[in-house]
């Protein structure tokens, strides 16, 4: 078996089976989005908060750009703070609506249990929406922040290795113990893409939504014509964020 590009490190072992999986994938936005010309205050599960670096929507005069940007972003749900709708206490967006192959969701949600809870609530949220056209599109005037989310992490399934961790299926590896079970993830979303994201009145309308993601969030990406996601993935730590670098004012005196 090859795997192109890559090197597997699998472990040094006379007998047993070794489970390796290995996936790689970039959605490319199709107008790539600008950076945010501030930090995002992202507070991160153990409530500190952290200035960290993101992308979102031109924030300048080039309303041709913006409009491309808004364009292929899907509003699949969003909950309004308070009765002007400015201020979201959840929501999610699909950041490819424009594309017919991958999609990428980017969801702020309530801390879930776990991955498949999360995963549930979010597609529980998308389904009981009642967005109109309208509201389903992203608009010029609305705000967009989302960090830049950069890891490559690693994990050993412990549990799932031993001899006394046989194969049951039927076949020609039933019986055999597993040896090894790893996987590793190289994640990145950016301004760029990713690699591996009506309840309102005629008045809510018109004050720009602020799809700031500033605390723990979701992504899930999947192919479209999948009804199973490749990753999901539970963004809770800022280590995890791209940190933004303090500007140093150097001072000059003649």
């Not at 290995?22 to 908060?49: D, Q």
């Not at 002007?84 to 980017?106: H, K, N, P």
């Not at 996987?183 to 994201?197: E, H, Y």
């Amino acid at each position: 078996i090859r795997f192109p590009g890559v090197s597997p490190s699998l472990p040094d072992v006379a007998t047993g089976f070794v489970a390796y999986c290995y996936l790689n994938t970039r959605a490319e936005f199709t107008t790539p989005f600008s950076e945010t010309t501030e930090p995002i205050a992202f507070t991160g599960g153990s409530g500190n908060e952290h200035a960290v670096n993101g992308f979102g929507l031109q924030r300048g005069t080039d309303w041709n750009l913006r409009g491309d940007q808004s364009r292929q972003v899907r509003v699949l749900f969003c909950q309004p703070e308070d009765s002007l709708g400015s201020e979201l206490t959840t929501f999610a967006i699909d950041l490819t609506a424009d594309q017919s192959d991958q999609q990428v969701i980017v969801a702020v949600l309530p801390r879930p249990e776990n991955l498949h809870a999360a995963l549930q609530e979010l597609e529980r949220r998308i389904d009981e929406a009642t967005l109109d056209e309208y509201s389903a599109k992203l608009q010029s005037i609305d705000v967009l922040a989302i960090p830049n989310t950069s890891f490559n992490l690693s994990h050993e399934f412990a549990e799932l290795q031993g001899i006394d961790k046989t194969i049951e299926n039927t076949g020609r590896f039933q019986g055999v113990n597993i040896a090894a079970a790893r996987q590793s993830i190289l994640f990145r979303l950016d301004r760029s893409g990713a690699t591996v994201v009506s309840e309102s009145n005629a008045v809510a309308l018109a004050v720009p939504r602020q799809f700031v993601v500033d605390r723990p969030f979701l992504i899930v990406m999947k192919r479209r014509s999948s009804s199973d996601p490749y990753l999901v993935v539970w963004i809770e730590n800022a280590e995890l964020l791209e940190p933004a670098i303090p500007v140093s004012i150097t001072s000059t005196h003649e």
